[in-house]
C-alpha cells in the first residue's frame, strides 16, 4: 500500500495561485491529483503517467494546472494558476494502476477513471475566493 502526504493547500483570491505537493512512499504507473467540492464527486484534475510524463487534464483544468514528478524524491506536485472560486474543494493525491483511457482520440495509460486509484492522501483544503 503507497502511503501519501499532500501539502500547500491554502487560501487565495481568483487570479491567483498555489502550489501542492505530495510525498508518497513508492512510485506507481499512475499518480494524480483529484479534488471534491462539498456536495459534488470526486474528479480528476491531473493525472500522470509515471514512465512516460504524460499527463491527462480534463477541460476545466487544462492550461492553469501543471502537474510534475520527481521520481528520487517521490514526490507529485501541482501548480495551479489563474484559480477561480470553482476550484475551491479538497485536493487529493492518489496512486493507481495503468488503465486505458481515450480523451476523444487521444490515448492515456492513465486517465481520470478514480476506481483505478488504490491509494490516497488525506487532502488539503484550497479555497479561492472572488
Known amino acids: 500500500q503507497v502511503q501519501l502526504v499532500e501539502s500547500g493547500g491554502g487560501s487565495v483570491q481568483a487570479g491567483g495561485s498555489l502550489s501542492l505537493s505530495c510525498v508518497y512512499t513508492?512510485?506507481?504507473?499512475?499518480m494524480g491529483w483529484f479534488r471534491q467540492a462539498p456536495g459534488k464527486e470526486r474528479e480528476a484534475v491531473a493525472v500522470?503517467?509515471?514512465?512516460?510524463?504524460?499527463?491527462y487534464y480534463p477541460d476545466s483544468t487544462k492550461g492553469r494546472f501543471l502537474a510534475h514528478q520527481n521520481l528520487a524524491k517521490k514526490t507529485l506536485y501541482l501548480q495551479m494558476d489563474d484559480l477561480k472560486p470553482e476550484d475551491t474543494a479538497l485536493y487529493f493525491c492518489?496512486?493507481?494502476?495503468?488503465?486505458?483511457?481515450?480523451?476523444?482520440?487521444?490515448?492515456?495509460?492513465?486517465?481520470?477513471?478514480?476506481?483505478?486509484?488504490?491509494?490516497w492522501g488525506q487532502g488539503t483544503q484550497v479555497t479561492v475566493s472572488s
Open positions: 492518489a496512486a493507481g494502476r495503468s488503465h486505458t483511457y481515450y480523451s476523444g482520440s487521444d490515448y492515456y495509460q492513465c486517465g481520470p477513471r478514480i476506481t483505478e486509484y488504490t491509494d
Open positions: 513508492e512510485n506507481r504507473a499512475c
Open positions: 500522470r503517467t509515471t514512465n512516460s510524463g504524460r499527463t
